[in-house]
């Protein structure tokens, strides 16, 4: 499987600082985000707007493949993800990813969508991400 990879790099500290992320595909490139973005309505996007159209998009096409998997053919998807940071002692914490899903599956009886959906959710990698160890590497220029 491949690895994925994304970039930042931040200038000034704090509050007066700002920054620019990429990904590897190039479709953000140099998006610029900072405090403003983060915890004020400020220009620029924010890591947890990035965490929450990347839940969006895994559930829904975890999703998707397990409506296939299950034998239906025709549909439509669209999910919007909320994720909320809060404050938590000197720092934040991620505190909730808000999945709000609008579906058109024909065929299909509410019950069975409801545990398929259950299941996405549960099942999908950045859900799994939401509740994964996480490991750092780092390297301090002089």
């Known amino acids: 499987m491949p690895t994925r990879s994304g970039s930042a790099r931040y200038e000034g500290l704090g509050k007066d600082g700002h920054g620019w992320t990429s990904t590897q595909s190039g479709v953000l490139k140099d998006q610029r985000y900072g405090f403003g973005s983060r915890f004020e309505d400020g220009p620029g996007t924010n890591p947890e707007e990035l965490i929450a159209a990347a839940h969006a998009s895994c559930f829904t096409m975890a999703l ?30 991620i505190t909730s990813s808000k999945l709000d899903l ?20 549960a099942n999908c990698p950045v859900s799994k991400l939401l509740k994964a160890e996480v490991s750092l590497t780092h390297e301090l220029e002089a």
């Open 64 to 93: 998707s493949f397990a409506l296939a998997g299950a034998g239906y053919t025709d549909g439509t998807l669209e999910t919007n993800a909320r994720v909320t940071v809060d404050k938590d002692g000197d720092g934040f914490t």
């Open 102 to 121: 609008k579906a058109k599956v024909p065929g299909i009886e509410a019950e069975e969508f409801a545990r398929i959906a259950e299941d996405a959710k």
